[in-house]
């Protein structure tokens, strides 16, 4: 099963793959805009919503009663902090910990990064890893048994960024502490919005630049691609996504998918792509064939038939929703 949010209300829904079933399980989060990233531990069901970065939880194997307690499904888990209100990214780790990161309240600097342990309910949150800056994408990597941050440079809306460059970093769960953080010598570096692996230790992120930054006070900047060696802290590879499928128009957040071959496939606002393994060159795969907006309107304003998320790709299928459709593509044979 598929298993998402509604937004305005914050209403669970799941859907069969080939969308024979659709449910709407109803709320499942006290915060009623919409989650914003979601992962599983143990088959179940974790979502982390707007606002106030509250974390909820849903069994599907047991009946359906939402609220606050132990014995409720789906689960409210509360926020771990009075500052992360956007929890851009929501994984989990070898050791069973949820980590979230998170944009801050409106009108602050600096957003938190946070871990929770389902076993124990034990959690902590650091705010501001990196100084003036949130993290918007994690990536746990089994090797280094470290976290890779996306970083970004957002702020609580009605606050002015205070940089413009972001950069990832390495987070040891361990020690609980930053280990490591650059921009890896990357010029105008925008935010790391979705990060996937490549193998061999390598891995793909996502760079660029939403509209809430622009309002925000930051010059655009259109996306690029870029692997990078988290152990070498090394940057191998970097190119600019082509302009002529959309690249000025993307959501960006989670927008990098692993096939079950290991290629990776992500997507712009209106273009989905395969990354030639071992570069950052791109194939098109699929584009909606409607004109692109100029730069700068938020996503909102975009056509019913624009990306506005992308979904896991399970099998040789990849699922995206466009406006209050759930949809899917069949991917091509790869040789």
């Known amino acids: 099963m598929l298993y998402g949010s509604s937004y305005l209300p914050n209403h669970l829904y799941r859907s069969s793959l080939d969308g024979t079933v659709s449910e709407d399980l109803g709320q499942h989060s006290i915060a009623r805009g919409q989650a914003y990233s979601a992962t599983t531990i143990d088959n179940k069901v974790y979502l982390a919503s ?11 194997g047991r009946p359906i009663k939402f609220g606050t307690e132990a014995s409720d499904n789906p689960r409210d888990l509360g926020r771990f902090d009075k500052v992360g209100y956007r929890p851009n ?57 470290q976290v890779l941050v996306g970083l970004s440079i957002e702020v609580g809306t009605g606050a002015e960024v ?10 040891d769960p361990v020690a609980d502490e930053l280990a490591w953080w650059g921009d890896l010598g990357v010029e105008d570096m925008a935010d790391v919005t979705s990060l996937a692996p490549a193998g061999e230790g390598l891995v793909y992120a996502l760079i660029g630049r939403g509209d809430h930054l ?6 655009p900047i259109g996306p690029r691609l870029a692997l990078i060696d988290p152990e070498k802290r090394e940057l191998v590879s970097i190119a600019w996504l082509p302009e002529e499928f959309g690249a000025l128009s993307w959501h960006g957040h989670h927008s990098l998918r ?11 606002a209106y273009a989905i792509f395969r990354i030639i393994p071992g570069t950052c060159e791109v194939e098109r795969i699929w584009q909606v064939d409607e004109p692109e907006p100029r ?21 040789n299928e990849m699922f995206f929703a466009t406006g209050w459709r759930l949809r899917a593509i069949t991917l091509p044979k790869v040789d």
Not at 98 to 112: E, K, R, V
Not at 258 to 268: E, F, H, I, K, Q
Not at 295 to 315: A, E, F, Y
Request: proline content about 9%; glycine content about 12%.
């Open 162 to 171: 205070q940089r413009f460059d972001a950069g990832w970093a390495l987070w």
């Open 89 to 145: 990214a929501l994984i989990a780790s070898a050791d069973g910990k949820l980590w979230m990161g998170s944009g801050p309240d409106y009108g602050l600097i600096g957003g938190t990064l946070a871990w929770y342990d389902p076993a124990t309910e034990e959690s902590n949150s650091h705010r501001a890893i990196v100084p003036d800056m949130s993290p918007t994408s994690l990536l746990w990597l089994d090797d280094l048994k």
């Open 214 to 219: 622009l309002t925000a006070g930051a010059p």
């Open 50 to 60: 707007y606002p106030q970065a509250r974390l909820s939880v849903y069994d599907p």
């Open 258 to 268: 692993v096939a079950p071959n290991g290629d990776v496939y992500g997507a712009t």
């Open 295 to 315: 730069l700068g309107v938020w996503m909102t304003s975009l056509s019913p038939n624009s990306i506005d998320l992308v979904g896991p790709i399970v099998g």
